[in-house]
């Protein structure tokens, strides 16, 4: 009996065929988007020029490469590297008109949005839920904020008994 081994290359991941733009930094989405990545959904990492991933510059841990510096550090920081695999990046000034029309056209094509903006900033872009979702009706929005950015924490109801 002779078995032909099908070739890696041919397994369809359970998120083929799915499209997230991820403007998303730090940990906790980067870290999601990183999942959804390796889960085969096409994730593309949106920065600035001006304002790149906290990760890239050694904010959550400091550990290079093979710990050299080489010619470009800001791509060789680990966490930065472990939270973002198999993404593709896009680079665009978001404080510009321009890079918002790319952003948009790009959210018009996605099946889903990744960020974690305090709500100003995506509702000052006309970006926010409400207008994303004209631009794409199925797609999703997918984000967290900081508690205290809307109400005192103190005031958000907590999970239990509360009867």
Sequence with gaps: MTVDPSPQDDVKLPLAGLRIVDISNVISLPYASGLLADLGAEVIKVEGHSRLDTTRGGAITSVLCDNQLGD?????????????????????????????????????????????FTPRVMRNWGLDYPNAAKLRPRADHGFVQRLWSQRPVFTIPRPGNHA
Excluded: Q, Y
């Design 72 to 116: 470009d550090p800001w791509n060789r920081i680990g966490s930065f590297n472990l939270l973002n695999r198999g993404k593709k990046s896009l680079a665009l000034d978001l404080s510009l008109p321009e890079g918002r029309v790319v952003l948009t056209d790009l959210i018009k094509v996605s099946d889903a949005v990744m960020e974690n």
